[in-house]
Structures are given as structure tokens and as C-alpha cells.
């Protein structure tokens, strides 16, 4: 067996309970999003690398180090995508779609990133996620952090959860935010690790986001943004917060929440969890109203968020049961006909129902036991319902049944 084949490094088939935890959190936040009128898209798992090179940045870890780049036998450069918010982009701008605004996309889908495998991470992961393009006010991020709230509380880990918010400003915010980084770290840089020094350089800001020690002890004691806000960007930041309380969703203030990309303004947001160990993110998001035009569109403001379905999977306390099927069982060769006619009525009946391919009538009876059934239907000169739970039975017809299995 030492030849057996064996799923690729990082990822993982999806079978029996995870596959129903799994298509569990799709279908929870597939029902939601339509409640909150948003409509599902599809993009390519591969795009152009540029569609990921100009929007994540040259330099990023995500770029230099984590995708999946190929050249294809045309000589085109491409990438397994390995987050959902460019390619949806993207597709705003090629199907022609910022003359129709605002749009609302749902997305749910395989991301793909070359890194050390974990516990909840893989190198082919999974991702739900929601994109608001067009509006620019804090009503649609509040709608959108609001719509992520209810799919957790729908999923029954809300209580698990806890959603941490900050604002980035605009860009005067920014520059006068970067100035006081800039000047704090100054004063400390001997303390600062290798990375970080380079970041003072480039962008201060992902200092906030440091995992090295030093570099945290140092970020405890640093500026933060909310002094440095204009009018403009503080009155939109307390617009958030408002429509967040009125929403019912209850938030802490977190100013060490950064996201590196100059597109990205305004809201910064995650939903963290200490459930799965060492604190974790379960969704995150932001606003990104640059991002469109860099890509190529016009200027179209945009929020959203993407939540790693592995994680949201392991905190769900168990997946939920499948109905029970109903087992069709014909009680001799002469009865095959009849049962199947059965079989298809009630599945017309929208009634899970199954037979067994072989066998006489005592074995699929024990297989039907087995497998979970609730009722077998037993088809011979009459048509019995017999309930596997307690061992009783009943004369039916035909047409009773439907009526009968569908209350």
C-alpha cells in the first residue's frame, strides 16, 4: 500500500460529517445573503495574475511567496485564485456592470494559497464572502458587517464570536496618522525587528500587525488613529458605529485592526474567536473604494468581507441531521414495478426515499434498518407502512402515502 495515492499536501476530500458541516455554512449563508437582496456570483478559480498582482501588491507575502502561478501552453501567466474580492472586481468592470449600481454579490468558492498547512488552514481552502459596490456610506457597511453577524447567529456560534471594528480614515487620516507612526517608531527603531524596519519605511502601518514580540510591545504603546481623523472621516466612523447599535450587533473598538493596501479606507472589521484555540479570525473585512479604478474601472466605492468555511465548520457544534429516507422494499420479483412506481411518487412528493439494488426482502428490510431509515414501505398483494423506530405497521394505498410520509 506504500504506493497508495494520497490526497495532495494541504488539502483534504469532503466526506460524511465534514461535508455536511461544510455544505452547512454555504447554505446558512446562501439563505441570508438573499434575505439581505444579495445575489450569488460564480468567478474562474485561475484569473490573469495581474487580476492578483495589482490588487494584493507586488510585494505582499500573499504575491511573493503564497500563490499558484503558471504559465499556460498559450504563455499567459496565471493564478489559482487565492482570495474572492479581485475577481468579483474584476468581473464588475469586464461584464460592464458599474452602469448598474449598486451591486450585491454573495460568493462561495475554493481559494488556493501555497502555505504551511494547520489546523482549519489548508493550501486549497474555502471561502464564503459578500461584496456591496457602489455606496459610500457607513449604512451599507453597517449592513454588510451586519449581514456576516446574522449568518454566524444563524450557525449558532455567534456566542463564540466577537466582532472587533476600526476605522482607516481617508486619506488626509491616513497621512496624518502615518506622520505619528512614522515618528513613534522613529524613536524606538533600534527595538523594531528586521521586517518592521522596512516597514517604517514603506508602510508604517502593517507595523500594527506584527506578530513578532518586541514589535507588539512596542505597537501597545503607539499612537492611534481615531486623534488623527478629519472631520469627514470621524463623522463617517460614528455613522458606523450608530447604525451597528441599531442594527443590534454588538462591537468592541479595536484600533490595532490595520489593512496594509492604500485602496483601503474607512471601515476595518473582524469576527474573532477564542473557540479554536489561540484567538482567531473567522471573517474579515473592509472597505476598498480605490480598488475598482486600480483595477482598471471607475471609481466605485465597495465593502465586503470573506469568512474561511474550514474555521466556521469546526465551531458549529454538529451539522444537521438529513431527513430520514423512506425505504421502498418490493416483497418479491413480481413486485419491482409496483415499488418503483412508488419510489418515484414519492419522490415527486419531495419525500427522500431509496430502495435497495439486490436482494430479497429481509435483507434490504436489515440494510434499511442500517442505513437510518424512518418508514419502510413494503410492497407486495398489499402495501404496508411499517415504522423501523417502534416495529408497527399499517395497511396503506398508494395514494395515501405522499399524504401520509409528508406530514
Given at each position: 500500500?506504500?504506493?497508495?495515492?494520497?490526497?495532495?499536501?494541504?488539502t483534504r476530500d469532503l466526506t460524511g460529517e465534514d461535508a455536511a458541516r461544510h455544505f452547512h455554512v454555504v447554505e446558512t449563508a446562501r439563505r441570508v445573503a438573499r434575505l439581505y437582496g444579495f445575489s450569488e456570483w460564480q468567478t474562474p478559480i485561475f484569473e490573469d495574475t495581474r487580476v492578483f498582482s495589482r490588487t494584493l501588491g507586488e510585494t505582499s507575502d500573499v504575491v511573493t511567496k503564497e500563490m499558484y502561478t503558471f504559465e499556460d501552453r498559450g504563455g499567459d501567466s496565471l493564478t489559482l485564485r487565492?482570495?474572492?474580492?479581485?475577481?468579483?472586481?474584476?468581473?464588475?468592470?469586464?461584464?460592464?456592470?458599474?452602469?448598474?449600481?449598486?451591486?450585491?454579490?454573495?460568493?462561495?468558492?475554493?481559494?488556493?494559497?501555497?502555505?504551511?498547512?494547520?489546523?482549519?488552514?489548508?493550501?486549497?481552502?474555502?471561502?464564503?464572502?459578500?461584496?456591496?459596490?457602489?455606496?459610500?456610506?457607513?449604512?451599507?457597511?453597517?449592513?454588510?458587517?451586519?449581514?456576516?453577524?446574522?449568518?454566524?447567529?444563524?450557525?449558532?456560534?455567534?456566542?463564540?464570536?466577537?466582532?472587533?471594528?476600526?476605522?482607516?480614515?481617508?486619506?488626509?487620516?491616513?497621512?496624518?496618522?502615518?506622520?505619528?507612526?512614522?515618528?513613534?517608531?522613529?524613536?524606538?527603531?533600534?527595538?523594531?525587528?528586521?521586517?518592521?524596519?522596512?516597514?517604517?519605511?514603506?508602510?508604517?502601518?502593517?507595523?500594527?500587525?506584527?506578530?513578532?514580540?518586541?514589535?507588539?510591545?512596542?505597537?501597545?504603546?503607539?499612537?492611534?488613529?481615531?486623534?488623527?481623523?478629519?472631520?469627514?472621516?470621524?463623522?463617517?466612523?460614528?455613522?458606523?458605529?450608530?447604525?451597528?447599535?441599531?442594527?443590534?450587533?454588538?462591537?468592541?473598538?479595536?484600533?490595532?485592526?490595520?489593512?496594509?493596501?492604500?485602496?483601503?479606507?474607512?471601515?476595518?472589521?473582524?469576527?474573532?474567536?477564542?473557540?479554536?484555540?489561540?484567538?482567531?479570525?473567522?471573517?474579515?473585512?473592509?472597505?476598498?473604494?480605490?480598488?475598482?479604478?486600480?483595477?482598471?474601472?471607475?471609481?466605485?466605492?465597495?465593502?465586503?468581507?470573506?469568512?474561511?468555511?474550514?474555521?466556521?465548520?469546526?465551531?458549529?457544534?454538529?451539522?444537521?441531521?438529513?431527513?430520514?429516507?423512506?425505504?421502498?422494499?418490493?416483497?418479491?420479483?413480481?413486485?419491482?414495478?409496483?415499488?418503483?412506481?412508488?419510489?418515484?411518487?414519492?419522490?415527486?412528493?419531495?419525500?427522500?426515499?431509496?430502495?435497495?439494488?439486490?436482494?430479497?426482502?429481509?435483507?434490504?428490510?436489515?440494510?434499511?434498518?442500517?442505513?437510518?431509515?424512518?418508514?419502510?414501505?413494503?410492497?407486495?398483494?398489499?402495501?404496508?407502512?411499517?415504522?423501523?423506530?417502534?416495529?408497527?405497521?399499517?395497511?396503506?394505498?398508494?395514494?395515501?402515502?405522499?399524504?401520509?410520509?409528508?406530514?
Amino acid at each position: 500500500m506504500a504506493n497508495q495515492l494520497q490526497p495532495v499536501r494541504g488539502t483534504r476530500d469532503l466526506t460524511g460529517e465534514d461535508a455536511a458541516r461544510h455544505f452547512h455554512v454555504v447554505e446558512t449563508a446562501r439563505r441570508v445573503a438573499r434575505l439581505y437582496g444579495f445575489s450569488e456570483w460564480q468567478t474562474p478559480i485561475f484569473e490573469d495574475t495581474r487580476v492578483f498582482s495589482r490588487t494584493l501588491g507586488e510585494t505582499s507575502d500573499v504575491v511573493t511567496k503564497e500563490m499558484y502561478t503558471f504559465e499556460d501552453r498559450g504563455g499567459d501567466s496565471l493564478t489559482l485564485r487565492p482570495e474572492g474580492t479581485a475577481g468579483v472586481c474584476r468581473a464588475l468592470i469586464t461584464g460592464g456592470l458599474t452602469q448598474t449600481l449598486p451591486q450585491k454579490v454573495f460568493y462561495a468558492g475554493p481559494m488556493f494559497r501555497y502555505e504551511r498547512p494547520q489546523k482549519g488552514r489548508y493550501r486549497q481552502f474555502h471561502q464564503i464572502g459578500v461584496e456591496l459596490l457602489g455606496p459610500a456610506s457607513p449604512l451599507a457597511d453597517a449592513e454588510v458587517i451586519s449581514l456576516g453577524w446574522r449568518i454566524l447567529n444563524e450557525l449558532g456560534i455567534a456566542k463564540d464570536v466577537e466582532l472587533h471594528i476600526n476605522t482607516l480614515g481617508d486619506a488626509q487620516s491616513r497621512a496624518n496618522y502615518r506622520d505619528a507612526l512614522v515618528a513613534y517608531f522613529s524613536s524606538h527603531a533600534e527595538k523594531l525587528s528586521e521586517d518592521s524596519k522596512l516597514r517604517l519605511e514603506k508602510n508604517p502601518l502593517r507595523i500594527l500587525d506584527s506578530k513578532d514580540d518586541g514589535d507588539k510591545a512596542l505597537v501597545e504603546k503607539a499612537p492611534v488613529i481615531y486623534a488623527h481623523l478629519t472631520e469627514e472621516a470621524a463623522t463617517f466612523y460614528n455613522g458606523l458605529k450608530s447604525t451597528l447599535t441599531a442594527f443590534g450587533v454588538p462591537f468592541v473598538e479595536d484600533p490595532r485592526i490595520v489593512r496594509g493596501l492604500d485602496y483601503y479606507n474607512h471601515t476595518a472589521f473582524e469576527f474573532v474567536t477564542n473557540a479554536l484555540g489561540a484567538q482567531g479570525t473567522v471573517m474579515a473585512g473592509g472597505r476598498y473604494d480605490g480598488l475598482v479604478e486600480q483595477m482598471g474601472g471607475p471609481n466605485v466605492p465597495g465593502i465586503g468581507w470573506g469568512a474561511g468555511i474550514e474555521r466556521l465548520s469546526m465551531l458549529i457544534a454538529a451539522p444537521p441531521v438529513m431527513a430520514q429516507p423512506v425505504a421502498v422494499i418490493p416483497m418479491s420479483a413480481e413486485f419491482e414495478g409496483q415499488a418503483l412506481e412508488i419510489l418515484n411518487l414519492l419522490r415527486n412528493g419531495n419525500i427522500a426515499a431509496e430502495t435497495g439494488y439486490s436482494g430479497n426482502a429481509k435483507k434490504r428490510l436489515e440494510r434499511a434498518n442500517k442505513s437510518g431509515a424512518g418508514f419502510a414501505v413494503l410492497v407486495g398483494a398489499e402495501i404496508k407502512l411499517k415504522n423501523l423506530a417502534d416495529g408497527s405497521q399499517e395497511d396503506v394505498t398508494a395514494e395515501m402515502l405522499v399524504k401520509r410520509l409528508g406530514a
